[in-house]
């Protein structure tokens, strides 16, 4: 279930990231993480906080809440 | 930042429980977690995963979208 969860967070990032034409590390750069990280939480291999979230949905121009919409 | 992010998640989740005539022993049980980790949550003590946010929106009847709109 949270695995499930996690998948489709990882999903949306991802998406969002091919859609704007950017990266693993352009994505990284602008969230201030490391690729690795990008990599791990688009492979769900990574459990998400609300803040890190936060930092993904500003750096892809776009709300939490439109991530998660429908999750 | 972040800690505004956390701030404002803990009150709209407090918000949630009183209408909803919950304790925090009642959200907990609700969570499975401890009612300390449900206090923690509420005081911004503690940063929140999604997983977390996701369980929290289920015992409240709500979703985390909508539990995030706006910030």
Request: proline residues 0%; contains cysteine; aromatic residues 2%.
């Amino acid at each position: 279930m949270q695995n499930a969860l996690q998948k489709a967070i990882g999903q949306r990032i991802r998406k969002l990231r091919l859609e704007q034409g950017l990266s693993q590390e352009e994505l990284a750069a602008r969230c201030k993480c490391h690729r690795t990280y990008v990599g791990m939480v688009e492979r769900a291999e990574k459990s998400i906080s609300v803040a890190a979230l936060s930092k993904f949905a500003k750096a892809l121009k776009t709300t939490m809440s439109s991530m998660l919409e429908g999750l």
